[in-house]
């Protein structure tokens, strides 16, 4: 089983850049689609990015398309999300998840989550 370790979280100025990593275990992450997601105070859970198992198709919540890129790294077993142009509202705490069928991509296809990493912008 995959267990996920987040990374790269932190304060920021609005308008700042954060990278976030997600450091996999297991040998089926290369297989495996992941995702991340958010949670505010307050707020339910809300998916913000997901990448398939090989990095060929890659999927944007509307709120953080056109800032935000979700990649990997297999050869590593990690998962990124750089993070531009960021606004107040994108304070959270940021989840990465493991999705081993690869459906569900937007929220009931993941099995595993990591402990979660804050990110807080300022204004």
């Known amino acids: 089983q995959v267990q996920l370790v987040e990374s790269g979280g932190g304060l920021v100025q609005a308008g700042g850049s954060l990278r976030l990593s997600c450091a996999a275990s297991?040998?089926?992450?290369?297989?495996?689609?992941m995702g991340w997601f958010r949670q505010a105070p307050g707020k339910e859970r809300q998916f913000v990015a997901a990448i398939s198992w090989s990095g060929g198709s890659t999927y944007y919540a509307d709120s953080v398309k056109g800032r935000f890129t979700i990649s990997r790294d297999n050869a590593k077993n990690t998962v990124y999300l750089q993070m531009n142009s960021l606004k107040p509202e994108d304070t959270a705490v940021y989840y990465c998840?493991?999705?081993?069928?690869?459906?569900?991509?937007?929220?009931?296809?993941?099995?595993?989550w990591g402990q979660g990493t804050q990110v807080t912008v300022s204004s």
């Open positions: 998840a493991a999705n081993p069928s690869g459906t569900g991509i937007y929220g009931a296809g993941y099995k595993v």
């Open positions: 297991g040998r089926t992450f290369s297989s495996t689609a």
